[in-house]
């Protein structure tokens, strides 16, 4: 097998792709048991394994090869990768124990639909195309006109009445934020 994966190696070294994905698949189940047991997260340790492969085929031409392995190096790798993870989350969750936590919303954020998402989807569906693309989009009447079909005075109305409905339903909504 030492021969075998020396040879491999040789592949790698020389920059060869598919023998480096060769290699990933002789060694990736250690390298993730090794950094699963660092950090104790799925997704953390892929994150390890995926920084320490990275790393191999950055560094390949002075990689430190033991007994015809490249083993022993993905391990060390791998630990040093999960000390750092370790570490950048550490920073993260003092930085978040830092930050003050936000005492009162002012307004409802886009991605609840209590505001502009839920008003817009309130309009029928032939006025809120015409608003997408010609206030949202940026398209000229005339180019909304020959998306969808249909007159420019039709879009030209269509705007209109989607602009005075949405105008009513944020007025309304505005009003539930006080």
């Known amino acids: 097998m030492r021969d075998a994966e020396a040879a491999l190696w040789q592949r790698v070294r020389a920059g060869d792709e598919s023998a480096l994905g060769d290699v990933f698949d002789l060694h990736q189940g250690r390298v993730f048991r090794h950094a699963f ?24 031409g002075s990689v430190h090869v033991v007994d015809g392995s490249v083993l022993p190096w993905l391990l060390v790798t791998v630990a040093h990768a999960s ?4 570490r950048s ?40 195309a015409v608003l997408v693309l010609a206030v949202l989009e ?30 009513d339903e944020m007025a309304e909504v505005e009003a539930s934020w006080v």
């Open 37 to 60: 047991r660092l950090l104790g997260d799925h997704e953390d340790a892929k994150d390890a394994v995926a920084v320490a492969f990275f790393e191999l085929w950055r560094k390949r």
């Open 89 to 128: 989350a550490r920073r993260y969750r003092a930085l978040l124990a830092k930050t003050p936590a936000e005492r009162h919303v002012d307004a409802p954020s886009a991605s609840d639909e209590s505001g502009v998402l839920a008003a817009l989807k309130k309009l029928p569906e032939r006025e809120r």
């Open 138 to 167: 940026g398209f000229s009447e005339r180019e909304v006109a020959e998306a969808l079909g249909i007159a420019p005075g039709t879009v030209k109305s269509r705007l209109a009445r989607a602009k005075a409905r949405l105008r």
């Open 83 to 86: 000390r750092n993870l370790e």
